[in-house]
């Protein structure tokens, strides 16, 4: 066992398998040696994973198709297969969906999370990484105390259903953190962006598909001059199994770096997962992963082709957070730093997508219209 990487022979279960994120975890984690289970609710025909494989069927993870729902369910499946380690990533992420099915969104949002904590506590894991969203502080674009870049300890005031749902799960989180002491790293990112990315409601692969069935891209009334922190997937999964591996000096010895009360309790297991440190943006205007939807649809624009957006009306119940970016010195502190550029992501992505756009157009059909 002498020089092998961390993760070399890791029982680890991921959620929510066939999601963007997790595929391309899921991905890492194989490589580096890992033993990776993996659930999802149904089988689907068309797979993230075997996108990004190109086929191969070698290196699949174990899967397990099963609800989270079903609490005696997800702990038969870590007994089984004996698992040391949870990446949580298993949700209802498309935002105007979740606007429509909100008891279904809370419900798979919010219990899915607390059924996965749960059996993390019984079987006393070492460790158990869950996947929030910047969208869990809302709005804090003219607070006077706590202002951009959001910072780990700011409030979270999601107002809209998915992102309360994700208030929620953050918030139970945090609970079995101090009170249970599991050693749970809540991981808030940024725009994830990158090859694999199916849900076509948001703006990088709409655009992105819109503009090679020369249709316009499209922008909520608006909505143009909205700013948005952007972070390429692969940096994301480095920070997230980066998190993983620090949990246990992260909360320290018998837990003893737990603090006991007061504002240092204040997002403690929280980690902001962007591009950039405090110092980074004193100016905004140089920190490149910061663009405005206008300013982002234009370089996708020169990358696939060159068509003027429509401006469409909101849908009535959706509520949209203005500017939104995140101070990451935190996890930079923990010893991430970001590798891809914002430049080189995007000609990954848009590349990815002319690569798979025959088998990708029937699925984002609805999207293109």
Not at 34 to 43: C, E, F, L, P, Q
Not at 170 to 198: E, H, W
Not at 227 to 252: H, N
């Given at each position: 066992?002498?020089?092998?990487?961390?993760?070399?022979?890791?029982?680890?279960?991921?959620?929510?398998?066939?999601?963007?994120?997790?595929?391309?975890?899921?991905?890492?984690?194989?490589?580096?040696?890992?033993?990776v289970?993996?659930?999802?609710?149904?089988?689907?025909?068309?797979?993230?994973?075997?996108?990004?494989?190109?086929?191969?069927?070698?290196?699949?993870?174990?899967?397990?198709?099963?609800?989270?729902?079903?609490?005696e369910?997800?702990?038969?499946?870590?007994?089984?297969?004996?698992?040391?380690?949870?990446?949580?990533?298993?949700?209802?992420?498309?935002?105007?969906?979740?606007?429509?099915?909100?008891?279904?969104?809370?419900?798979?949002?919010?219990?899915?999370?607390?059924?996965?904590?749960?059996?993390?506590?019984?079987?006393?894991?070492?460790?158990v990484?869950?996947?929030?969203?910047?969208?869990?502080?809302?709005?804090?674009?003219?607070?006077?105390?706590?202002?951009?870049?959001?910072?780990?300890?700011?409030?979270?005031?999601?107002?809209?259903?998915?992102?309360?749902s994700?208030?929620?799960s953050?918030?139970?989180?945090?609970?079995?953190?101090?009170q249970?002491?599991?050693?749970?790293?809540?991981?808030?990112?940024?725009?994830?962006?990158?090859?694999?990315?199916?849900?076509?409601?948001?703006?990088?692969?709409?655009?992105?598909?819109?503009?090679?069935?020369?249709?316009?891209?499209?922008?909520?009334?608006?909505?143009?001059?909205?700013?948005?922190?952007?972070?390429?997937?692969?940096?994301?999964?480095?920070?997230?199994?980066?998190?993983?591996?620090?949990?246990?000096s992260y909360?320290?010895?018998?837990?003893?770096?737990?603090?006991?009360?007061?504002?240092?309790?204040?997002?403690?297991?929280?980690?902001?997962?962007?591009?950039?440190?405090?110092?980074?943006?004193?100016?905004?205007?140089?920190?490149?992963?910061?663009?405005?939807?206008?300013?982002?649809i234009?370089?996708?624009?020169?990358?696939?082709?060159?068509?003027?957006?429509?401006?469409?009306?909101?849908?009535?119940n959706?509520?949209?957070?203005?500017?939104?970016?995140?101070?990451?010195?935190?996890?930079?502190?923990?010893?991430?730093?970001?590798?891809?550029?914002?430049?080189?992501?995007?000609?990954?992505?848009?590349?990815?997508?002319?690569?798979?756009?025959?088998?990708?157009?029937?699925?984002?059909?609805?999207?293109?219209?």
């Amino acid at each position: 066992m002498k020089n092998k990487n961390f993760w070399f022979g890791k029982r680890v279960l991921v959620t929510g398998a066939d999601g963007f994120v997790a595929a391309h975890l899921i991905k890492k984690l194989i490589d580096n040696d890992a033993v990776v289970i993996a659930t999802a609710r149904h089988k689907r025909p068309l797979k993230t994973l075997d996108l990004l494989r190109e086929g191969k069927v070698a290196n699949q993870p174990d899967m397990e198709y099963c609800d989270l729902l079903d609490y005696e369910e997800i702990r038969r499946v870590c007994d089984r297969h004996q698992i040391d380690t949870i990446f949580h990533l298993a949700a209802t992420a498309i935002v105007s969906a979740a606007a429509d099915a909100p008891m279904s969104t809370i419900e798979n949002n919010v219990m899915g999370t607390l059924n996965v904590l749960e059996v993390a506590r019984i079987n006393n894991m070492p460790r158990v990484l869950i996947a929030s969203s910047d969208k869990s502080y809302g709005d804090h674009t003219t607070d006077k105390y706590e202002k951009l870049p959001y910072k780990e300890n700011y409030a979270l005031r999601g107002l809209d259903v998915y992102s309360s749902s994700k208030v929620c799960s953050d918030m139970i989180a945090q609970t079995y953190a101090f009170q249970f002491k599991l050693p749970v790293m809540i991981c808030r990112s940024s725009n994830i962006y990158g090859p694999g990315d199916m849900n076509f409601t948001r703006l990088i692969p709409r655009t992105i598909m819109r503009l090679m069935s020369d249709g316009p891209p499209v922008i909520n009334t608006g909505n143009e001059n909205v700013l948005r922190e952007y972070i390429y997937v692969e940096d994301v999964v480095d920070a997230y199994m980066l998190m993983a591996e620090q949990a246990e000096s992260y909360y320290g010895t018998d837990h003893k770096n737990i603090p006991r009360s007061g504002v240092d309790t204040y997002g403690w297991p929280a980690f902001n997962v962007g591009s950039y440190t405090k110092n980074d943006l004193i100016d905004i205007n140089k920190c490149l992963s910061i663009k405005s939807v206008d300013s982002l649809i234009k370089i996708l624009r020169e990358k696939v082709r060159d068509i003027e957006p429509n401006i469409i009306p909101k849908p009535s119940n959706f509520i949209e957070i203005p500017d939104q970016y995140i101070d990451a010195s935190k996890l930079f502190d923990l010893g991430f730093k970001p590798k891809v550029s914002f430049e080189e992501g995007i000609e990954k992505t848009t590349t990815w997508y002319k690569k798979n756009f025959s088998k990708l157009e029937p699925l984002a059909a609805k999207y293109l219209e």
